[in-house]
């Protein structure tokens, strides 16, 4: 017999959770990693680009993913979210017979081909993803991609990889941002500068744009190429701006590659950082210093009007809206404004000093890893514990539950005292409007189009 509570119990257990070792206050943080992560959870706050997504931004490309079955549901999934991404995706699936035979080689180059001999019409260039079991079967890379730019000599081939078990010395981010320059090839150079490889557009509005236009430098902007021309343009360029420390190794190897010099101008949300940036531009470039006096004096009298307008609202920032959360939080702190959490997994070598400044004056500052496991069971309701709450990021937003948040990813292309000037503008018009949060965070790789 079955008794009726084990059909439908009286009371669905609660799993609680403690915070230890998801969160801690940065008093009690150690720099560079605050948390050990093993088993990692991912939150549905999606709007991050992935290696599935970025190869959009080379116009006229076609993405290849080579396969096995179980490893191509999520990529699949994630291109046919994008507007159009599916005619620009493809997929071959390595199976056991390909493994047992040893044709891994044979198997590509038939596949590839076969997909571009039956597109509506060629693509420019095509980016092959292989996935681990390739190369743990040794295969030979470099073979295939030879035949197939024999075969197709007006089309470039880039060599992705997807191989999650195999990351050593870059993680699939930074080694997916440096393939996606290598189909950029030197051209006689001109006074040219570029911008890579940012996921958006940097903001034209900004002071380094404005610097370097009324200079007479042509810009050439990654995430702003048209047409894949505009693409291959950027070999023309004399040097390569670089704003996030994982665009490092593509600016390295370009710079090997192409022997364009390289700069890294990091984000930051420091003034007097903002400034030394502009400085080492000019002088790099020979261009005009803008009055950054009167750009602090705005920033200082916009974060005064914000904080009166928002009073004492806690905030909470997440390592998905910027790559400098604790810069962020830092400016906001020692403006009078109330930073309650930060919602990282590791900190940068840009944020170091950010990092001891926050320990030493801000020792109770809360940071909370957004992956570690326990993560997926620990509350989202900060919003029950503190009323109104503002959230920077997508992720911030999800686990502090509230509706009031900036939609920023990764900086959104905000840079300089304009692009600060223009994310506390984002906070004040956040804390008066509410989002329908899940149906924004639910959208992969916010803004991609194919």
């Not at 801690?24 to 992560?37: D, G, K, Q, S």
């Not at 509350?379 to 509230?402: E, M, S």
Request: proline share 6%.
């Amino acid at each position: 017999m079955i008794y009726e509570n084990e059909i439908r119990p009286a009371q669905v257990p609660v799993t609680r959770v403690s915070p230890d070792g998801a969160e801690l206050n940065i008093a009690a943080a150690t720099f560079p990693r605050p948390f050990h992560i093993g088993l990692q959870y991912a939150s549905p706050a999606r709007g991050h680009w992935t290696i599935a997504h970025s190869p959009y931004l080379i116009p006229q490309s076609h993405q290849v993913y080579v396969c096995c079955a179980c490893c191509l549901h999520g990529v699949v999934l994630s291109a046919d979210e994008v507007p159009g991404g599916a005619e620009r995706f493809s997929t071959v699936t390595v199976t056991n017979e390909n493994i047992i035979k040893g044709n891994l080689e044979e198997m590509m180059i038939d596949g590839i081909s076969y997909i571009i001999d039956n597109l509506p019409s060629p693509p420019r260039c095509v980016e092959g993803f292989t996935s681990c079991i390739q190369h743990f079967m040794h295969i030979d890379i470099h073979l295939v991609y030879a035949v197939l730019s024999k075969r197709y000599p007006h089309i470039d081939f880039i060599d992705g990889y997807m191989i999650p078990t195999l990351q050593r010395r870059y993680s699939p981010d930074i080694l997916g941002r440096r393939q996606l320059m290598r189909a950029v090839q030197a051209r006689p150079g001109r006074k040219k500068i570029n911008f890579i490889v940012n996921y958006y557009p940097v903001d034209p509005d900004t002071e380094l744009c404005t610097m370097l236009r009324s200079s007479g430098w042509e810009i050439g902007d990654f995430a702003d190429c048209r047409t894949y021309e505009e693409y291959k343009d950027l070999g023309a360029g004399k040097t390569n701006i670089f704003f996030l420390e994982n665009s490092r190794p593509a600016a390295e190897d370009m710079e090997k590659r192409l022997h364009q010099e390289s700069l890294y101008l990091p984000y930051s949300f420091f003034c007097e950082e903002i400034r030394a940036n502009l400085k080492i531009a000019a002088e790099r470039f020979d261009l005009t210093l803008p009055d950054c006096d009167a750009y602090e004096e705005a920033i200082e009298r916009k974060a005064a009007e914000l904080k009166v307008n928002i009073g004492n609202i806690p905030i909470a920032i997440d390592c998905s809206a910027t790559p400098r959360p604790l810069s962020l939080a830092r400016f906001l702190l020692t403006h009078g404004f109330r930073v309650y959490a930060v919602f990282l997994d590791e900190i940068s070598a840009v944020e170091k000093d950010d990092f001891y400044f926050l320990q030493k004056y801000r020792p109770m500052l809360s940071l909370r890893s957004t992956m570690h496991y326990k993560r997926r069971l620990l509350g989202r309701d900060d919003v029950k514990k503190y009323g109104t709450v503002l959230a920077i990021g997508q992720k911030a937003a999800y686990f502090t539950g509230t509706n009031h948040f900036v939609n920023l990813i990764e900086n959104s292309g905000l840079y300089g005292y304009t692009g600060l000037l223009k994310i506390l503008d984002m906070m004040a018009v956040a804390v008066r409007e509410e989002k329908n949060v899940p149906a924004v965070i639910q959208t992969k790789a916010w803004g991609c189009q194919a």
